[in-house]
């Protein structure tokens, strides 16, 4: 990155003077010179990737540059940088692309060295999407290596750049990719395809959990040698500590023959996702939070019986005496009384946050572990009000809910029929039967709840412009703490469905109001792509369960089960099969679910920024809720399924899934 104004940088500036305003250079490679500059008309930063003028007058680097452009042009991914647009003007050829807000994974590594298994495997499956997604293109990078990969800031996405030798696939390697990174057969001069790519993924994989090359020379020649003939070391015996799962899948990217590495990227991309499993506990310090945002404090026990239940009952005295003063009077005691709880809350929220918020945690932390507490309530009450409450439930809950209602105005009835006998008789019969009901509801529920409403509003709350509002309140004079090491586990599916929501809030009110069904369409897809997350992992449990046994165990099992045995094998194959087929069904829609979420997240980002247009929105929610109605028949045969696998989950007899 320079701040130098150089030749290159003042003739750009007045080739594209009144279109785009040049701030600075953000890096040079081979093939060109990148500028950080505001789109003009479109208020927005962009980066514009130039050929040298020095370069352009030799023959065919011009022709080159522009294929390029071309090539990055045909792919529109979220994990590959969006190319705008190509222009020549005043002699200069240049193309437009997004600017991505961030840093490279070589810059990454070169400032704080390997990243985190975790990190590292976020990292190879999204650049894994984007070449699976250009494979599929006919389109093979060749360059993949650490600086050509961006970590953009806010999220953390992996996004591939500079396809500046990219080339068909099936196409001889007629250029070089860095020597470092570059598969055997691109280093030998052979037909290359997407497997050469997944090679290099896989140097900058091992780069990126070791800290250092499997190969290094001093001079390119002895690098491309080691490529050719050498065994890559094994990434555990340079990391020892490292995942068993996900140092496999980089050892295989790393192997000698293309026909031995991942077919493609989406391959690679799957393998790494079992590779990691992310921690799924919401920290300490955000659980500490979420108990004390839920129980009462001390001063709220003290505040209600000593002031807010006298004060109420001086309004209903002072309002029953009828007179304009005393009824103002009684008013503005029963405002008073009131509102101190409220008060208290308020405070007592206040000084929570910002010890949450100077612990290093953000908003979106807070969110993200509501949401996920939300979720695993609603698990929870599935199972606890798996069926309607009987008709004595309800109507006892009918009852007790009518005599809670009846108490307050029958009191002021009472006052203001100076304590008739008949309506202290009923002040107390209503009293009676909604303290009695409020007990026996305890034991007898009236009502079927598949959601936790404290919880759900206090969600509610959080991602709403007040939330937002409180905690900017509570943020203020706070000194910038760093991140906590311990942050809340992301579920895709959740930290996608924030990003939108909050994208949808920044909206115009206007654009809102068109747009009113978004918020519920995203909270479906998000809990239709929880569901089959949870689904996933269940059958793979249930597929677990009915693993193979040893040849001992299961000689032995067969023998004991005399005339049944054959049975029972034939009845666990058709099992695994029927399960097999449901898992591999239900990950296909999550990843269907999560991808229209990722859909309407680019197009309310294309809204935001003024290239998209809100017919297009309105297409993508169709799309979704067509989605979340197949995924509810997907939902219905898994549980069709896993009645069929019920009556073996512990199967009679010697036979058992989990011999050994």
């Given amino acids: 990155m320079s701040d130098a104004v150089t030749p290159e940088f003042v003739a750009l500036q007045q080739a594209v003077a009144g279109r785009y305003s040049l701030e600075r250079e953000l890096g040079r490679g081979g093939m060109g010179i990148v500028f950080l500059a505001r789109d003009v008309a479109l208020d927005r930063l962009v980066a514009i990737k130039l050929l040298p ?26 994990n590959i940088v969006a190319l705008h647009s190509v222009e020549e003007a005043s002699g200069l050829v240049f193309f ?18 390997p990243l985190t298994p975790h990190d590292a495997a976020r990292m190879i499956q999204e650049v894994a999407w984007a070449l699976g997604y250009a494979h599929g293109r006919g389109v093979v990078h060749r360059d993949v290596k650490p600086d050509n990969i961006m970590l953009e800031r806010a999220s953390g996405r992996a996004i591939v750049m500079d396809f500046g030798i990219a080339g068909a696939a099936g196409g001889a390697a007629e250029a070089f990719g860095t020597a470092q990174y570059v598969s055997p057969e691109q280093a030998g001069g052979q037909t290359l395809d ?29 690098l491309l040698a080691m490529h050719v003939s050498r065994p890559a070391p094994p990434v555990l015996s340079v990391s020892p500590g490292m995942p068993r799962k996900l140092a ?8 000698k023959q293309p026909g031995d590495r991942f077919p493609d990227g989406e391959a ?16 300490a310090a955000v659980r500490v939070w979420m108990t004390r945002n839920t129980q009462p404090t001390v001063a709220h026990l003290f505040y209600i019986p000593l002031v807010t239940m006298p004060s109420g009952m001086a309004a209903v005295y002072l309002i029953s005496k009828g007179t304009p003063l005393s009824i103002l009077a009684g008013v503005g005691v029963l405002l008073v009384g009131l509102s101190g709880p409220f008060a208290i809350t308020a405070l007592y929220r206040f000084i929570e946050m910002r010890r949450l918020l100077g612990a290093g945690y953000s908003l979106e932390d807070i969110r993200l572990a509501l949401q996920l507490h939300a979720q695993r309530r609603r698990e929870e009450l599935a199972v606890e009000f798996a069926a309607e409450p009987p008709l004595p439930a309800r109507i006892l809950r009918q009852v007790t809910n009518a005599a809670g209602w009846a108490i307050a105005p029958t009191m002021l009835v009472m006052f203001l029929d100076q304590r008739d006998a008949a309506w202290v008789a009923a002040v107390g019969a209503c009293t009676v039967i909604f303290s009695a009901g409020s ?30 509002w409180f905690e900017k309140l509570s943020r203020f004079g706070l000194k910038k703490r760093s991140v906590p090491a311990e942050l809340t586990y992301r579920p895709t599916e959740m930290a996608i469905g924030l990003a939108a929501d909050s994208l949808f809030e920044s909206l115009p009110k206007e654009q809102r109001r068109e747009l009113k069904e978004l918020p519920g369409v995203l909270e479906r897809l998000q809990r239709d792509a929880s569901l089959m997350r949870k689904t996933v992992d269940d059958l793979n449990g249930a597929l677990a369960g009915l693993g193979e046994q040893s040849d001992a165990a299961r000689s032995r099992a067969l023998h004991d089960a005399g005339g049944r045995g054959a049975e029972l094998d034939e009845t666990r194959t058709r099992l695994r099969a029927e399960i097999s087929e449901q898992r591999d069904e239900a990950a296909s829609r999550l990843a269907a679910a999560v991808s229209a979420l990722e859909s309407v997240r680019l197009s309310l980002l294309r809204l935001k920024a003024g290239t998209g247009t809100v017919t297009e929105l309105t297409a993508d929610l169709g799309a979704a809720r067509s989605l979340t109605e197949t995924i509810e028949y997907t939902v219905h045969g898994n549980a069709e399924v896993e009645k ?8 009679p007899g010697p036979l058992q899934p989990n011999n050994a």
């Avoid at 496999?248 to 192997?255: E, H, I, N, Q």
């Fill in 248 to 255: 496999r899948a980089v050892d295989r990217c790393l192997a």
């Fill in 53 to 78: 003028p020095a370069l352009a007058t030799r023959s065919g680097l011009t022709e080159r540059f522009l294929a390029e452009a071309r090539t990055a042009a045909r792919l529109s991914h979220p």
């Fill in 439 to 468: 007990i026996l509801r305890t034991f007898f529920p009236g009502i079927r709840l598949m959601t936790d409403r404290g919880i759900e509003w206090r969600l509610k709350f959080w991602k709403s412009k007040l939330g937002r």
């Fill in 268 to 283: 690679l991309a799957e393998s790494v996702a079992e590779a990691i499993e992310p921690p799924r506990e919401i920290p």
């Fill in 644 to 651: 069929l696998f019920k009556p073996y989950r512990t199967p």
């Fill in 194 to 222: 997407g497997r050469s790519d997944l090679y290099s993924l896989g140097v900058v994989a091992f780069l990126s959990l070791t800290g250092r090359l499997p190969f290094d020379a001093d001079d390119p020649h002895s």
């Fill in 96 to 113: 437009v692309m997004a600017f991505i807000d961030g840093e490279t994974v070589g810059d990454r590594l070169r400032g704080k060295g």
